[in-house]
């Protein structure tokens, strides 16, 4: 509440949308809830805190399906979940030949114009 008190502009704080980004090797097992009838939250009552999240499992996605996504946080869960360095190469210069905001996946060359990463350059 700091950050409201602080900005005469703002009336409240934003919503929060709760994400967990798993990329273990074992399946995801935990549930998704903070109070779960387990909890034993019947000792609080109506004061129990109740949070649930978004749960992402890199370990869930399947290749294929990250493949066809084909941007950049898919290519990253294709990198830890699938490792494969032939088709990793493949699926970064594939993000960097289609992707409208090259700034977002490339860096420059020292003349300020996109380049391929020199490990990956098609040319090689």
Do not use: C
């Not at 490792?83 to 996946?105: C, G, H, M, P, R």
Request: charge should be negative; avoid cysteine.
């Amino acid at each position: 509440m700091d950050y409201v008190e602080t900005h005469a502009r703002v009336r409240a704080l934003p919503p929060l949308f709760p994400i967990v980004l798993y990329n273990g090797d074992n399946p995801w097992r935990a549930p998704t809830t903070l109070a779960e009838p387990e909890d034993r939250s019947d000792l609080l009552g109506p004061y129990q805190v109740t949070f649930e999240y978004f749960k992402i499992a890199e370990n869930e996605l399947d290749r294929e399906t990250l493949l066809t996504v084909s941007n950049i946080v898919s290519t990253l869960f294709l990198a830890e979940a699938h490792y494969d360095l032939s088709l990793l190469k493949t699926a970064l210069l594939d993000i960097f030949d289609n992707e409208s905001d090259k700034q977002a996946v490339n860096r420059d060359d020292d003349s300020g114009n996109p380049s391929y990463p020199r490990d990956l350059d098609r040319r090689r």
